[in-house]
């Protein structure tokens, strides 16, 4: 989900159902994609209400077989064809 329509490709507007975060809700109003890289992120949300704020779906990535690692500071996705150097 964006709060942003500005990063939104193919946008269609639509009326969804209401979400909350974070002490809040909003509606989704329209969805759309979004390319990050060698990552599209499709079916991606739009929310007005959460303004400048993305919020990313890690079973999403996962069940397109990427890795998803995350460390204190970080979250990385690797695509499904990414090798550490130490793997076969």
Not at 34 to 60: C, M, T
């Amino acid at each position: 989900m964006t709060g942003n329509k500005a990063h939104l490709a193919d946008y269609q507007e639509f009326k969804g159902g209401y979400v909350a975060f974070g002490g809040s809700n909003g509606r989704m109003t329209g969805k759309g994609k979004i390319k990050a890289g060698r990552l599209d992120f499709e079916d991606v949300y739009y929310v007005k209400e959460l303004k400048h704020y993305n919020l990313f779906s890690v079973s999403q990535m996962c069940d397109k077989k990427n890795k998803v690692l995350f460390t204190d500071t970080d979250c990385l996705v690797l695509s499904p064809d990414f090798k550490l150097p130490d793997e076969n």
